[in-house]
């Protein structure tokens, strides 16, 4: 069974430069999430999408990120503009259930903002 | 106070060695909890989830303290593989919070 997959796995843009990530989460799986992990942190969650119903984006700084799951399948998150400290790695994750099942994880993006 | 709190380390031990990391958790109203494993470099990936009768997998045994609101785990026979961080997730019915995970270095 193929996992989550991401891309893309690296990127590199100057600030105030838009960037878009994209997440194919694992066939069935109704619950998707983004998180953003930084340097010696764990993965902080961003949003987290039910089918294609944002139900928990509490932590999302919405003047410059944006989401979409359309389809409730395939999901984008963007960020505009970029600011230096958006550097790090977005995850995407997906479970077949709701909150209490195993998350399976893509291998990330690594942002970097110069 | 940080909603998942573990000890960054890293724990240096030797093969073979029997090493233990705690993590504690705030919201007393939790009901999952897991301890998942990031390699170097790549994505998280369950280890284990953890039950409130405990449990064990192989070298790996989970434990769950809810009146003092700390899981725990215990690695025996460490094998230079086990190298990694390891991370402590607790969460109720709407989200899940990662801890910022301890790291393990076992040395030959």
């Known amino acids: 069974e193929a996992g989550v997959v991401q891309s893309p796995r690296y990127k590199i843009i100057e600030k105030k430069q838009p960037v878009a990530f994209w997440c194919n989460p694992i066939s069935g799986h109704n619950t998707l999430y983004w998180y953003r992990q930084n340097l010696g942190q764990g993965p902080e969650l961003l949003i987290r999408?039910?089918?294609?119903?944002?139900?928990?984006d509490s932590q999302l700084p919405k003047d410059r990120f944006s989401a979409e799951r359309l389809k409730g399948v395939d999901s984008t998150l963007k960020i505009q503009p970029a600011e230096l400290g958006d550097s790090a790695v977005y995850l995407c994750?997906?479970?077949?259930?709701?909150?209490?099942?195993?998350?399976?994880f893509g291998p990330g993006t690594r942002l970097t903002v110069l | 106070r940080k909603e998942v709190e573990q000890d960054p380390g890293p724990f240096n031990v030797p093969e073979g060695a029997t090493v233990a990391f705690n993590c504690t958790y705030s919201?007393?109203?939790?009901?999952?909890f897991f301890w998942y494993r990031q390699d170097c470099r790549k994505e998280p990936k369950l280890l284990m989830s953890?039950?409130?009768s405990g449990n064990e997998d192989g070298r790996f045994t989970a434990q769950l303290n809810r009146a003092s609101q700390y899981i725990s785990l215990l690695i025996r026979d460490s094998k230079l593989s086990d190298s990694a961080t390891y991370l402590c997730v607790a969460g109720g019915y709407s989200t899940l919070t990662f801890g910022k995970g301890t790291m393990l270095l076992v040395s030959p």
């Open positions: 994750a997906s479970s077949p259930g709701g909150v209490g099942d195993t998350q399976y």
């Open positions: 919201n007393s109203a939790s009901q999952s």
């Open positions: 953890v039950y409130s």
């Open positions: 999408y039910e089918n294609e119903e944002a139900v928990d």
